[in-house]
């Protein structure tokens, strides 16, 4: 039934990659019993496939145990039932509306993505005489082998051997290492929470030795990046910031990477550069804790630091990243004059975007975002009058279409053009764009109260 298909937990020998996958970091052997450390993975498609699905299995647990600081990991795998690469075979009926051939014949099947499990089908043979005609032809029976997914070996492709062992000994001689570990790179930033110190490090592709750690570091993307992409380890332009946790264990400082982000720099002309956030991951035990806004707001002191950096872009930014980004930017502003009262209360402007630009290095609309949102803070919403204007403020850009929309028409020479244009649908009446407009506004203001909650009621 392939209406089932969706649900690979309701089949047999089928798991979800995503529940039977547990990660942990481990520091001590005490850890490996302690399911309070254990995390998984939002995503297992690059993997295991489309299906995100293992194949094979009953009863299948998969634990990836890493080390926290130089990051070898150990996979251990156990299960209830395994299929095994035996003959089984199959009956399908026969479905046709017009006689069946009379005959031998041989076919060939291929593995189907409807079957709930790999499978590698031999050729069969079957001959019918006139007779079979009454009754209607039996079903087909052929045998095929089923084999279970090599989960080690689809994880083997994707974390380096150098960092990969199924040995439990060996993952405990690789644990008493993590005293030598020392984090790469130079340390632009440090912060305490609670009982806890955080580190932040600045490490360049030139780093001795720094190449290997990356590659055992960027796996995890595949588990919480929907298509992430590895960065290239031979670009110098690659510049890496991670966050540790360090506490002292037994006399000796320990580290344990919390997350870390990649930017990239490229020319701007005439004579700067400018510098790209590619991806972002603070780990899931560390998550929703501030070391995100940490983390941007040390590659933005590095940024402004530098006089040769000309702004500060982000490549494809998921929703998450982008109210990250809207927090850290809000604090940041807040503190230029542009965006005090009775400033801020003044119409967007190049002026303001270029102080944007030289004091925090954030673009031109992402600047005039920061404006709007800065300005509802500043609004007295109890006037009527004033939160009046900021409503017509907010409206007057949402409107802008519209009216580039009205200038074309306006140099529309030919009643076609015209035509064309209501046929596009691109027209609306007044009544239905006020309307839009409202709804757009009401929407707008919600997630600008929720990102200034974020960046100065909880901060």
């Known amino acids: 039934n392939p209406s089932k298909m969706d ?70 795998i156990s299960y209830d039932t395994k299929i ?22 041989s076919y060939s099947f291929s593995p189907s993505p409807l079957l709930p499990f790999s499978v590698s089908l031999n050729s069969f043979s079957f001959s019918l005489s006139p007779s079979s ?32 062992c199924t040995n439990g000994d060996l993952f405990l001689k690789k644990l008493k290492e993590e005293e030598s570990f020392k984090p790469f790179g130079d340390k632009c930033h440090e912060y305490r929470d609670k009982d806890y110190k955080f580190e932040i490090y600045k490490v360049t592709m030139v780093t001795p030795s720094f190449a290997a750690y990356c590659n055992r570091l960027l796996v995890f993307l595949i588990w919480y990046i929907d298509g992430a992409n590895f960065t290239d380890l031979d670009d110098e332009n ?12 037994s006399g000796h400082a320990h580290y344990s990477i919390v997350g870390f982000t990649s930017t990239y720099s490229f020319y701007h002309y005439p004579d ?15 998550q929703r804790q501030g070391h995100g806004a940490k983390l941007l707001q040390a590659v933005y002191n590095e940024a402004i630091g530098n006089s040769q950096v000309y702004d500060v872009t982000v490549e494809d930014p998921s929703e998450e990243f982008v109210a990250l980004r809207d927090v850290v930017d809000c604090r940041n502003a807040s503190k230029l ?34 404006h709007e949102i800065l300005r509802l803070k500043l609004t007295d919403k109890s006037s009527p009058e004033k939160f009046r204007d900021y409503r017509l403020f907010i409206k007057s850009r949402l409107n802008a279409p519209y009216k580039r929309e009205q200038k074309t028409l306006e140099r529309a020479k030919t009643l076609q053009k015209v035509i064309d244009f209501i046929q596009a649908g691109s027209m609306m009446t007044d009544e239905k764009r006020i309307a839009e407009l409202e709804t757009a506004f009401v929407k707008l203001e919600l997630e600008y109260s929720k990102i200034l909650q974020n960046a100065f009621e909880k901060h």
């Open 7 to 76: 649900s690979a937990s309701n089949q047999p020998f089928v798991c979800k990659a995503e529940e039977v996958l547990k990660l942990k970091f481990v520091s001590t052997e005490e850890d490996f019993e302690n399911e309070s450390l254990t995390f998984s993975p939002q995503f297992a498609h690059q993997v295991f496939g489309d299906s995100e699905s293992i194949y094979g299995y009953e009863g299948l647990k998969v634990n990836l145990y890493y080390t926290p600081g130089w990051l070898y990991a150990f996979v251990k």
């Open 84 to 105: 095994d690469a035996e003959t089984t075979d199959a009956r399908v009926p026969y479905f046709s509306p017009s006689p069946f051939p009379i005959g031998s014949f």
């Open 133 to 164: 005609f009454f009754p209607p032809p039996p079903p087909l029976l052929f045998s095929f082998s089923l084999q279970a997914d090599d989960v080690i070996g689809e994880l083997a492709k994707w974390i380096p051997q150098e960092g990969f």
């Open 238 to 249: 690659w510049t890496y910031y991670l966050t540790y946790k360090t506490e002292s264990v």
């Open 272 to 286: 700067k550069r400018r510098v790209r956030i590619s991806q972002m991951l603070i780990l899931p035990p560390f």
């Open 337 to 370: 004059s542009c965006f005090q009262s009775p400033s801020i209360h003044q119409p967007f402007n190049p002026a303001i975007a270029e102080e944007c630009r030289k004091h925090l290095k954030i673009t031109k609309p992402q600047s005039q975002k920061i």
